[in-house]
């Protein structure tokens, strides 16, 4: 590929993100340009330094046809750590446009977590071509960690550790860590290990440059130190470092031997990912919609929730339609009825929240089940107390008949001590019934707090105010 002809523009200016901390839409246009012409040498200077991040959000920010072009242009100067950035869609269009050859020299220099990372959710025929590539060592070292399953610590694990004996001095250490060149870029601890690889314990950095140079090592290992199984879920190890304030561990396999390291930084992105993929199932999205998505990926993703969400609404109007008299003679009814519904919904869907996220980090659990259900029954019943009150004011006073008041008044007390009781009673069942909470409870939730509002508010204004 040919340059195109550049001089030197001194006075490019590279103002990359604007005050609200997005990618400035000026410094997107000016790379934009640059891929335009092919002008290498100004695509060098403008993202030259990048880092991974601010090049991930700046591949986000430009067309799609940019993208590969982008990268392409940039050749040996493009950091390939930067599609770990991106959103799983933008990072799949871009692998397809790529040749295996490119993006088999661009992961070739990654952190093979990174590496693995990329590649997982490839078809296996590309991943096949794009490792194929590879030498046969490198090919091994990735071949391990996609080879374990998807969302387990071994796929997002580090397998380059420092690992010394433990007959080894503190000296010997300290001079093994200065001599060698192949060492990984940023560790925290050093690792034990007997000769069969065998997990023997942890050292950290700081207790080893403090200690004197004929200390074994095997005399620092840390007693209570938290390993990982590499077939743990990877959600359940970012719990285990928020708990304990881990900054990295070692993960072993099934017998017991060191095959890798888990580190904060790792678990800082499955814990947003975790809590992202929470927001987005409670809200009715595919955990899988990213911003990025077309048109077509997110009206075919959305369709199935509202497909259900279309059925609770019919559930919910068949009990209305029960009451179909009463609401005739009685307009106010009509008008009334989905006040209670929905403030129903809102209080349950406040509990849901709180008992979803509490089961998702591990809070709730069998030794509180019993003291958060019972407060949210209190809470429940204080609320629905308080609303009573107002709406049996407003409503009494809105349409001249105390009666009314009455009849709004205790649906609203009935439907939000159910609605309490929903929204802990429903997450609980489906986790103890293997179905993720955040995708399914809120359908249910709803549908319970709608009809439950319908029913009681129109039984009881049926037996109060003698309408049959």
Known sequence: MVEAEHAPDETLKRKVRDEDGAIDKGFVEQVSQAVLLSDVTALRELVAELHEADLGD????????ERPKLISLLGGDFDFAALTEVDDAVREEILEELSPETVAEG??????DDAVYILEDLDEADKREILDKLTPAERTVLQQGLDYPEGSAGRRMQPEVIAVPPFWTVGHTIDFLRETEDLPERFFEIFVADPSHHFV???PLDR?????RPVSVVDLVEDDRRVVQATDDIEDVARMFQRYNLVAAPVVDSAGRLVGVMTIDDIVD???EAGDDDVKQLGGVDAEEEISDSVRQVALGRFRWRFISLIAAFISASVMAMFEEQLGKLVALAVLAPIVASQ???AATQTMTVAVRALGTGELGGWNMG???RREMIVGVLNGVAFALITALVAGFWFGNPMLGVVIGLAMIATLIIAAFAGVAVPLALDKAGIDPAISSGTFVTTITDVVGF???LGIATLLLRLT
Not at 58 to 65: G, M, R, T, V
Not at 107 to 112: A, G, K, N, S, Y
Not at 208 to 212: C, D, E, G, S, V
């Open 58 to 65: 700046l591949i986000e920010a430009l067309d799609a046809e």
């Open 344 to 346: 129903g919904g809102n």
């Open 201 to 203: 314990g942890t050292v």
């Open 208 to 212: 080893l440059l403090r200690t004197k």
């Open 371 to 373: 003291r958060f259900f």
């Open 455 to 457: 029913f009681s508010f």
């Open 270 to 272: 499955v814990i947003e």
């Open 107 to 112: 992961v070739r220099d990654l952190d093979t």
